[in-house]
């Protein structure tokens, strides 16, 4: 029988991410302003990014408390292991510009992946966009459990 969980019981989630001048740490309530700023800032340009087209979201008009709201709900998810949601900060400036959200393969059974894997950053941080995703790529192929991750390429 397959294992329920989404990563194993024993496996070591990892705390965050540095690569380059980015740095990933789980996503938290603590991160509301800056994500809330950095998202509403940027809807066009996510709604752009590969792997964001035809989702619900970013929601136009979502408030800073139901974003908190949003934010506990991931960092729920992490406590219990559903769901990774990572904060990109820019290293040299301190400054929330991005999100990478790791969770169940949306196609399980379909497609065969066991991994959906998004990002986006802010647009006015676009060009961090496909270092974002290098760095996710190859952190997923050595550092977490899964064998096939769906995440949209940025490869021209």
Known sequence: MADPLFVPAGFAVPGGL?????????????HNDED?????????HIRGTPGFHGRSWPVDGMT????????????????????????????????VV???????????????????????????RAELDEPVY?????WLATAWPFVRAEYASRRR
């Open 18 to 30: 540095v690569a380059r001048s980015l740095r990933l740490e789980p996503l938290g309530p603590q």
């Open 36 to 44: 809330h700023e950095a998202w509403t800032s940027s809807i066009e």
């Open 64 to 95: 800073l408390e139901e974003n908190l709201a949003d934010l506990r709900r991931h960092a729920d998810d992490f406590a219990a292991r559903t769901g990774f949601t990572y904060t990109v900060i820019d290293g040299s400036a301190g400054r």
């Open 98 to 124: 991005g999100c990478v959200y790791i969770y169940p393969g949306r196609h399980e059974g379909q497609q065969g992946y066991d991994a959906d894997v998004r990002s986006w950053v802010r647009a006015d």
């Open 134 to 138: 290098e760095a996710v790529t190859a």
